[in-house]
């Protein structure tokens, strides 16, 4: 029930805070204005029975504004309805040209799953022109069984996007992005995408099974940050462990980096589904870049980074991530099935190395492209 009520309350706020084009902010007045000087010129007779109903004004009821005025107000109204017509049609013909590109990405389930593309916002208007990325290997359902294989999918995203976009000017397409993937490659995902650019991202709703963008209302709830006792001036490396769904298993996470101290970022009576705030997100995403910026401004030259969070909020920390001016950073796979719970992680490229590599953490030995 509460799902309903959630979902009627949406519905009516987007609604109400809809995208008013301006064409027909111009035709409606226009027309009813016209409209209005009509009805004071003509005046229709209904014979009812024996009586006759009458709509319209006319003879001396009529409304009268003078010839002059009368004028002017109907070439008001038709340049109202004209401008209006001109816009609607030229924003049409815009909206037909401009693309909605949809990344679709992904990499847990072997289940089909609704599409992207059907999910896109309807604020968001062009033509929806899917890009589908899967890291899935069909192996074991849910499980990357082969990361390097994914990593090598996913580093082919630039090349698609510069296909698809290659002649458009920046205002010609939008970016909608979607995924269900490990942790590392979401982050990583969102690395390639950068900030520089207007994305749109949804996420997915475990419960009603569909894509969703991120219109709920911010509770206001955010990290606590617990810094170590340690002087971080005397180290080159620190985890980083981020709890924003589930809790990380900072035990775990400080056993595959040996005298390593250990910065955690707790969200705030945080669950599986306090995410779907768009500005909680960016608040978020700036306590997160704002750590990353006082690690690196206390010599740290490396961060281990442990995530635990919705994909959408791991895809927006990837993009807020500098990676010409803030520390290494290697992210972390989580499988507590696994004999080690974080088998492997992702070293994401940096400003002058442009390689992103699959680290297998048992062996510390790279696996992955550069290796």
């Not at 990593?151 to 909608?176: K, Y």
């Not at 990837?318 to 950073?329: A, I, K, S, T, V």
Request: proline content about 5%; glycine content about 6%.
């Amino acid at each position: 029930m509460k799902s309903q009520i959630d979902y009627f309350w949406r519905s009516g706020t987007d609604w109400l805070f809809r995208r008013r084009r301006l064409g027909l902010a111009l035709i409606s007045p226009g027309i009813l204005l016209f409209a209005i000087l009509v009805s004071s010129w003509i005046e229709v007779q209904i014979p009812i029975g024996d009586a006759e109903f009458s709509i319209g004004m006319s003879g001396e009821g009529a409304f009268s504004l003078g010839t002059t005025l009368t004028s002017l107000a109907v070439l008001m109204a038709l340049v109202l309805m004209t401008s209006g017509a001109v816009i609607t049609i030229s924003d049409w013909r815009r909206s037909r040209r401009r693309k909605v590109i949809a990344i679709e990405c992904r990499g847990l389930r072997d289940q089909p799953g609704k599409p992207l593309e059907q999910s896109i916002p309807r604020r968001i208007s062009g033509t929806p022109e899917p890009l589908n990325l899967n890291l899935r290997q069909g192996i074991r359902d849910g499980e990357i069984t082969d990361p390097r294989a994914a990593l090598s999918r996913l580093e082919a995203l630039p090349n698609d996007l510069s296909t698809r976009t290659h002649g458009l000017d920046r205002s010609d397409f939008q970016i909608v992005v979607g995924a269900l993937a490990p942790v590392p490659f979401l982050y990583y995902l969102g690395c390639i995408l950068d900030d520089e650019d207007d994305v749109e991202v949804l996420d997915w709703d475990r419960h009603s099974r569909h894509w969703r963008d991120l219109s709920d209302f911010d509770d206001g709830r955010r990290f606590q940050v617990d810094w170590p006792e340690q002087d971080l001036r005397e180290y080159d490396e620190v985890i980083l462990a981020v709890s924003a769904s589930y809790e990380v298993d900072v035990s775990a996470a400080k056993s595959v980096t040996s005298d390593t101290p250990c910065v955690v970022m707790d969200l705030a009576e945080r669950s599986t589904s306090s995410h779907w705030s768009k500005e909680k997100q960016m608040e978020l995403g700036r306590q997160f870049l704002d750590t990353a910026i006082r690690l690196s401004d206390t010599g740290i030259r490396k961060i281990h980074l442990f995530l635990a969070s919705p994909a959408s909020l791991a895809i927006r920390l990837g993009m807020l991530y500098d990676r010409r001016n803030l520390p290494e950073l290697h992210i972390y796979q989580y499988d507590r099935k696994n004999i080690t719970p974080f088998p492997w992680c992702l070293r994401i490229p940096t400003g002058h190395d442009n390689l992103a590599q699959i680290l297998m953490t048992e062996s510390a030995k790279p696996s992955g492209r550069g290796s």
